[in-house]
């Protein structure tokens, strides 16, 4: 993994901002890598490097059955020549492998990548921190290099502190999705005295702000604003559905429905709101994630519902 990797920023043209005094622009994280994209690229930069230079041959992590983070791992394992062995949430999966690999891309990419599966129950999962849980873990697989669900710890921390750069400076506001809170703590702790950083949470809850607070290193003003996970982590609804649409339609950039796109639509919706000062310039890190897309639509077209075009 290169030790510099910009990426581009793109100046939005939308119609339903168009009128409207403020500046809307995105910083094409997903585009700096074609298979680890965005902030799972930056998070796993430094982690790779802390694994091998600790010697590990194999690094373990977790994940749901269509997960960003498992993906992008298991193509940095494959690129560095390190096995990587995926925890993955849904013991039922693990049934029948041929079958699961047919029907989700993101699990058969990651096998195809030579990664390892352990299928778990959803209750044994939410014991992936424990003490037993890990000791288990290492009498089935033997000594790993450990990386939490979603990638965040300091050394992800280390590796978002490299998203703002030279061309990011002009802005007075960053906003980013919000997951396990790694992307937003490097970008409050390399922010300008000047910009405001806004997160956006995917995930219902008020425990992101506690999750965050350890990794931060600057007196950045920063908030979260938890008016735009429609539900929930994973969940959608018809009006973001046509938002991502449209925005891809009038700007031909990708949005997915779990980060970036309820992200987008926040911002939008605080435009029009006229949350932003007149003159305003905002900037949009395009986090990637848009392998996840396939999943979304399968369970869309379930429920016979509208699809990511």
């Not at 029907?103 to 195809?112: C, P, R, S, Y």
């Not at 703002?164 to 960053?174: A, E, G, V």
Request: hydrophobic fraction near 35%; glycine fraction near 10%.
């Amino acid at each position: 993994m290169p030790n510099v990797l910009n990426s581009v920023i793109q100046k939005v043209q939308f119609s339903e901002i168009e009128k409207l005094e403020v500046s809307l622009s995105v910083k094409r994280e997903d585009l700096i890598h074609p298979e680890i994209s965005g902030n799972k690229f930056r998070k796993l930069k430094f982690n790779i490097q802390q694994a091998l230079k600790e010697n590990h041959s194999t690094i373990l992590t977790y994940g749901g059955a269509y997960s960003n983070h498992i993906v992008a791992t298991a193509a940095a394992g494959r690129i560095h020549g390190v096995k990587t062995i995926g925890v993955i949430r849904g013991e039922e999966l693990g049934v029948d492998l041929n079958k699961t690999l047919a029907n989700n891309k993101t699990l058969k990419f990651a096998h195809d990548s030579g990664m390892i599966f352990h299928f778990v129950s959803r209750s044994d999962y939410k014991l992936k921190h424990s003490k037993e849980f890990l000791k288990g873990l290492e009498n089935k697989f033997g000594t790993f290099y450990n990386v939490p669900e979603g990638g965040t710890n300091k050394f992800a921390v280390k590796g978002c502190e490299e998203i703002l750069d030279s061309c990011t400076q002009n802005f007075d506001t960053i906003c980013t999705a919000v997951g396990t809170g790694g992307t937003i703590s490097g970008l409050i702790n390399t922010a300008k005295k000047h910009q405001d950083i806004i997160g956006f949470p995917a995930l219902k809850g008020d425990f992101l702000e506690k999750e965050i607070q350890p990794y931060i290193t600057n007196k950045t003003k920063w908030k979260l604003i938890s008016d735009y996970h429609f539900g929930g982590y994973a969940k959608t609804s018809e009006p973001l559905i046509r938002f991502i649409n449209n925005f891809k339609k009038e700007t031909n950039i990708q949005l997915d429905p779990i980060y970036t796109g309820k992200m987008v639509f926040g911002i939008v919706d605080l435009i029009k709101k006229g949350y932003f000062a007149k003159g305003s310039k905002i900037l949009a890190i395009h986090t990637g994630g848009l392998q996840g897309i396939d999943g979304i639509n399968t369970i869309l077209k379930k429920n016979n519902s509208l699809i990511i075009r």
